[in-house]
């Protein structure tokens, strides 16, 4: 008779530990799931960094159209050939004119720091403190000299920078604007953010 209570008695308390270890199990899930949620970047926080797609087609020659990315604002100028022909003219001036720093993707490493010399693609954050410069496209404006051929200007502490984002020497800003990476989708459709090859 004992020894059938004991075989009673273990076939419980195994049915006991197995529900219990199978509760806790769950329980432990179901609790941690939300912390583990948590440490797992939103939807908005994905869409904030996600690449950009921007219908140039409708930008005219001189003008520069201003869009968000990875909440910084991602300035497109399309350049004329007179602003192109300027470039060139004041390589001395400028601390960094070959762009010796990396502050572009390999395929803008040139003369015009773009793919198409006529479409310039940079970041409208300025290299010293983070400012927005003011676009500043008129040739020898009064209030910026007789040698200002047109640029961005940081009104904040004087950083200068030329059409193609290039830095002047003798100003707090210490490098090139940067360039960020991107590809064409099309004549008129550029994709902000993903420079991947394979699908464009």
Not at 4 to 30: E, H, P
Not at 130 to 152: H, Q
Not at 159 to 175: E, I, Q
Request: net charge negative.
């Amino acid at each position: 008779m004992r020894e059938m209570t004991d075989n009673v008695d273990r076939s419980k308390r195994r049915l006991l530990i197995a529900a219990t270890t199978a509760a806790g199990g769950v329980a432990a899930a179901g609790a941690g799931a939300p912390f583990v949620l948590s440490l797992m970047p939103s939807e908005r926080a994905k869409a904030a960094g996600a690449p950009v797609e921007v219908d140039i087609g409708a930008i005219e020659p001189g003008t520069m159209i201003n869009v968000e990315w990875q909440g910084k604002p991602v300035w497109i100028l399309r350049r004329t050939q007179e602003m192109l022909d300027l470039l060139a003219k004041h390589d001395d001036e400028l601390a960094d004119p070959t762009s010796e720093v990396p502050q572009q993707p390999d395929y803008c490493n040139n003369s015009t720091r773009s793919i198409k010399p006529e479409v310039l693609v940079v970041l409208g954050v300025c290299t010293h403190l983070g400012c927005s410069p003011t676009f500043r496209p008129e040739v020898a404006p009064a209030d910026l000299g007789a040698n200002w051929a047109g640029g961005w200007f940081c009104p904040c502490h004087g950083s200068r920078f030329d059409l193609a984002a290039r830095v002047f020497k003798g100003v707090p800003a210490p490098t090139n604007l940067i360039i960020p990476p991107h590809k064409y989708l099309s004549d008129t459709r550029l994709l902000i953010g993903d420079d991947s090859k394979g699908d464009a």
